[in-house]
């Protein structure tokens, strides 16, 4: 009999593991494959304040916090490096939506500024000439998720933990996770943390794939320095339903580059989408001509748990006294991972959390308005 | 971005390849050879359209000139699209989307690299990649050369060097004498059945041939210095500019694999014509076992009657090329690698040479993704063709996946060949 | 030597034959290692074919290029690391 019984060990289920193995509980991780398999070796790892709602500004805040506390900690490996993030204005329109969120992010006391346009090109210098300008805001950082999330379970099991690879759960209800050989294993609280999966555990989970595509470059030291995003997707189609391509370029510290962004919608298949690949590329080389002649060694897609209102869910699960979820991170479950498994510790033992966990909660009404 | 359609469209120049195109070409249809190198006729024909020596590889280069078969060398199949018959193929400075009625990969095999300490030094090279690099200008004669792994490509190489002057102080063959005579390929101490296979026997003539031995380690500071032979339980050492080992080869099935081509016993999968389970998409050559020149010469001539719906042209060469396939299924159990190798490396020694990943990080992992994952072995530029066999053989795992693009290419021309 | 090229490797000038790859002129002209790997180790070509990628250089300006899959051209400037 386990205290907590997490089934995913991808960064979400590893950083609830850790925060649970902390308070002293038994804890035991099932994961059907192996750390990271999921979303989470297949995202970008951009660790990312966010603005489009307050209860996103909120866990996302919190987190990023949090991932400066565990900066110090984290091996090598994990990559963490503080690039901070350029929002980049194309045109005067955009420069607009620049100020806007400088003042949003000023208010709430996250370090920001606004780069003019010879401030931009000095910051970087192969974006094209006549972009309008820039938010920089500086305490954004990039990991590597995978190892993040094999140091957290590592770290949870120095306290004790289980983390058992290969098992896929069939059922998580009130007594325990369930395999298909019909075993039980039996906890005191379940956590569903099956990511872009957490559906076929809990049907009722309002969770739909939403795939992502990525490219990774060769070593190109210096190319770019920080996590560079459009504006220009505010215009574009990337927040509705309809497949959409951003420019959003990441620099690893290896030197490689990571470009992305692509969102499709209802598509499960891992298969590489070639024409939404050329389009995502191309709108990168809009911003950078030159990275049209830099080698790129590989692409690969990722399954986002999106939510029709894009934010997680964290909390108990209706119709149930034990289980929880900890699922439906969309594209930034990498950054919440953390204050994820901070809001579920606190609801666990009963203790206020940092910040309020209404928005999140899995009875919610996830109905977008307007 | 060029837009080219060919009825028949071969990826790679080498025996299989060539002998495809020419068939083709002989009817008078269009037929178009693409291959990454800079000039045809693959691995064995490395330079012979310059410097023809070997009868064979004239006769049939000659005729592809004569039959005007197309030939794009420095040009690399980056991806393809069997839905919309297509493929993209990148060269130093374009990008095309070529079309084609029928497809014929015939794209070879590669060197199996295994490692063992010291084998990161420059000068450690492959003994198929050294004779590569000399065969493309690079100065050989009077050159201290060790000459190790398994197979029969250690004779060729042996005599290849040895012709060009270089000293070969040994051609170290893991395979234990025993084990070459019960598939009746040597002689204690003489490998003459072996050696005629290959027509090497004279060529060779005073160099050390040693069998059930096998390099075991390389040493030196920034460069190799000296070699360390295990042979059965005594060591062998000495100073050298080269070592050449290669254990054997590896079908180059990517680019089959990411056009959806099934596999069977990690080549790709034909039937009698040479088709694979992809329509009209045949293989030919190493890619679908390795077997040596002659039955990737017999192999290509299939699937080029096959692309053109000859059947009674290609059904005349059955025969041979179950006789073929025979001896180098023979061949492939004489020369099965040995346990000992799999001990070779230490904790320390690097399995991945892009991202320098040691076996100690490797070894505890689960499988092939996760140590991809977790230690970004196989996450390097050769895309794990040179760590994901060795994986394979050290660790038991399956290393195959096969993403596009299929070898590192531009960014631009991945924008480019969409819906072309 | 008739029918030869001259290339530049490092800043030095080499002359090969005609038909000699990059990578053959580099292990000609006795340069150290053709690139360090991420580690800062000395490498060079392996497979001489195009799969390794351990004898990566820059020519003409462009990293990462296979050195064995390219035919010197007169003029050409190589940059080993
Ligand atoms: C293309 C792309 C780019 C992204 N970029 C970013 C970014 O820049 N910043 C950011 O913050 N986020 C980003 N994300 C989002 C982020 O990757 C995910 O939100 C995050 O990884 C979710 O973690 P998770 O642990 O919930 O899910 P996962 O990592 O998917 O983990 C779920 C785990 O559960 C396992 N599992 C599933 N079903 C079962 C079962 N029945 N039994 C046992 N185990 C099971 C899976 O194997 C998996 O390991 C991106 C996502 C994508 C796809
Ligand atoms: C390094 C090496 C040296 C060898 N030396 C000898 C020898 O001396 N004597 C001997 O008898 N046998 C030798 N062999 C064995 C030899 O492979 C076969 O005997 C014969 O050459 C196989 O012919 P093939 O047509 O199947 O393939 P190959 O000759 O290997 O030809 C395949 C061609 O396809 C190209 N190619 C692969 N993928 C792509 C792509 N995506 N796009 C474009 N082009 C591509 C390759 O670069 C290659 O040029 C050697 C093998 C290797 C690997
Ligand atoms: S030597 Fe291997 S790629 Fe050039």
């Known amino acids: ?101 400088h003042q949003f992010y000023s208010q709430r006391k996250v370090p920001s500024e606004i780069l003019d346009a010879r401030s931009l090109d000095a910051a970087e210098p192969q974006l094209r000439t006549g972009l309008a300008g820039a938010l920089f805001v500086k305490e954004d950082a990039v990991v590597y998720p995978p190892c993040v999330a094999r140091y957290l379970l590592e770290r949870a099991r120095d306290l004790g933990a289980r983390v058992l690879m290969g098992r896929q759960v069939i059922r998580l209800d009130d007594e325990g996770a369930g395999f298909d050989d019909g075993t039980v294993m039996k906890g005191a609280v379940m956590v569903n943390a099956a990511g872009a999966h957490a559906a076929s555990v809990h049907p009722d989970l309002p969770i739909v794939p939403r795939k992502g595509h990525l490219l990774i470059t060769e070593r190109y030291p210096g190319f770019v320095r920080h996590q560079l995003i459009e504006l220009g997707y505010l215009k574009s189609a990337h927040k509705s339903a309809a497949d959409s391509v951003a420019f959003n370029i990441q620099p690893r510290k290896t030197g490689q580059l990571l470009i992305g962004s ?71 479950g990498i950054t919440t991972s953390l204050a994820t498994a901070r809001l579920l510790i606190d609801e666990l033992m009963s203790r206020s959390p940092a910040i309020s966990p209404e928005p999140y909660s899995v009875q919610r009404n996830t109905a977008v308005h307007g | 971005m060029t837009g080219i359609e060919r009825e028949v469209v071969i990826v790679g120049a080498g025996p299989a390849g060539i002998s495809a195109a ?61 839905g919309r018959r297509a493929i993209v193929c990148e060269t130093a400075n374009s990008v095309s989307t070529i079309r084609y009625k029928k497809l014929i990969l015939a794209t070879g095999a590669r060197e199996l690299f295994l ?94 041939y040693r069998a059930g031995a096998w390099v075991e380690a390389a040493l030196g500071g920034t460069v190799l210095e000296r070699v360390r032979l295990r042979v059965s339980h005594r060591y062998w050492e000495a100073p050298c500019d080269y070592l050449a080992v290669g254990y054997g080869l590896v079908p180059n099935i990517e680019l089959a694999v990411s056009l959806g081509c099934q596999l069977s016993g990690g080549c790709v999968q034909v039937d009698s014509m040479q088709q694979t389970s992809v329509p009209d998409i045949l293989c030919a050559g190493e890619t679908t076992g390795i077997g040596g020149v002659e039955l990737a010469l017999m192999e290509g001539r299939i699937a080029g009657f096959s692309a053109i719906g000859d059947r009674l042209n290609a059904q005349w060469l059955f025969s041979d090329r179950e006789r073929f396939r025979r001896f ?93 | ?23 053959a002129a580099i292990l000609k002209s006795d340069t150290a290692g053709f690139r360090r790997s991420v580690t800062g180790k000395w490498r060079g070509p392996v497979c001489g074919m195009g799969i390794c990628f351990e004898c990566r250089v820059t020519i003409n300006g462009q990293p990462h290029r296979r050195s064995c899959l390219v035919y010197c051209e007169s003029g050409m400037m190589v940059r080993t690391k």
């Open chain 1, 1 to 101: 009999m386990y205290d907590v019984v997490i089934a995913g060990a991808g960064i979400v289920g590893a950083a609830c593991a850790y925060e649970c193995a902390r308070e002293g509980l038994k804890v035991a991780v099932l994961e059907r494959d192996f750390i990271g398999a999921g979303a989470t070796a297949a995202g970008m790892g951009h660790v990312v304040v966010m603005d489009d709602s307050e209860a996103q500004f909120a866990l996302t805040r919190y987190s990023q916090q949090l991932w400066q506390e565990l900066a110090s900690e984290l091996p090598d490996d994990c990559e963490y490096v503080q690039t901070g993030t350029l929002w980049v204005a194309a045109d005067e329109e955009e420069m607009s939506e620049v100020r806007r969120k």
């Open chain 1, 262 to 332: 692509s969102r499709q919608y209802a598509v499960d298949s891992p298969e590489i989408d070639r024409s939404i690949l050329s389009r995502m590329l191309a709108r990168a080389t809009q911003y950078i001509p030159t990275l049209a002649g830099l080698s790129s060694l590989r692409v690969w897609t990722g399954l986002r748990a999106a939510t029709p209102d894009n934010l997680p869910l964290i909390g108990r699960c209706p119709g149930y006294r034990y289980v929880f979820a900890a699922a439906g991170h969309e594209g930034l």
């Open chain 2, 22 to 82: 020419c068939v083709v070409a002989e009817t008078g249809r269009s037929a178009l050879l693409i291959d990454d190198n800079p000039s045809p006729g693959g691995q064995i024909w490395r330079e012979q359209d310059r410097h023809g020596s070997d009868w064979q590889a004239s006769h049939w280069l000659r005729r592809m000139h004569l039959y005007r078969v197309d030939v794009m060398s420095g040009a690399t199949v980056i991806d393809g699209d069997p």
């Open chain 2, 115 to 208: 490692p063992f300490p010291g084998w990161t030094l420059p000068n450690v090279m492959g003994a198929g990649g050294l004779q590569a690099l000399v065969k493309s200008g690079m100065p050989i004669s009077g050159k201290r050369v060790v000459v190790a792994g398994s197979g029969p490509l250690l004779l060729a190489v042996g005599a290849y060097l040895k012709g060009q002057g270089a000293r070969v102080l040994a051609i170290a063959e893991q395979a234990s004498w025993s084990r070459l005579a019960r598939f009746g390929l040597g002689l204690p101490k003489q490998p003459y059945k072996l050696a005629e296979t290959w027509q090497l026997k004279r060529a060779l003539f005073r160099v050390p």
């Open chain 2, 328 to 420: 180098a299924r023979r061949l492939q159990k004489a020369f099965t690698l040995r346990e000992e190798l799999r001990h070779l490396p230490s904790e320390e020694t690097l399995v991945c040479r892009c991202e320098d990943v040691s076996y100690r990080r490797i070894a505890p992992m689960s499988g092939w993704r996760a140590a991809k994952l977790h230690t970004r072995c196989g996450m390097g530029p050769c895309q794990g063709r040179v760590c994901g066999p060795a994986a394979e053989f050290l660790f038991g795992w399956n290393c195959q996946s096969a993403r596009p693009p299929v070898f590192p290419a531009r960014i631009d021309s991945l924008i480019e060949h969409v819906d072309k």
């Open chain 3, 1 to 23: 030597m008739a029918d030869s090229v001259w290339i530049s490797i490092d800043e030095l000038p080499v002359e090969v034959e005609h038909g000699t790859t990059v990578a």
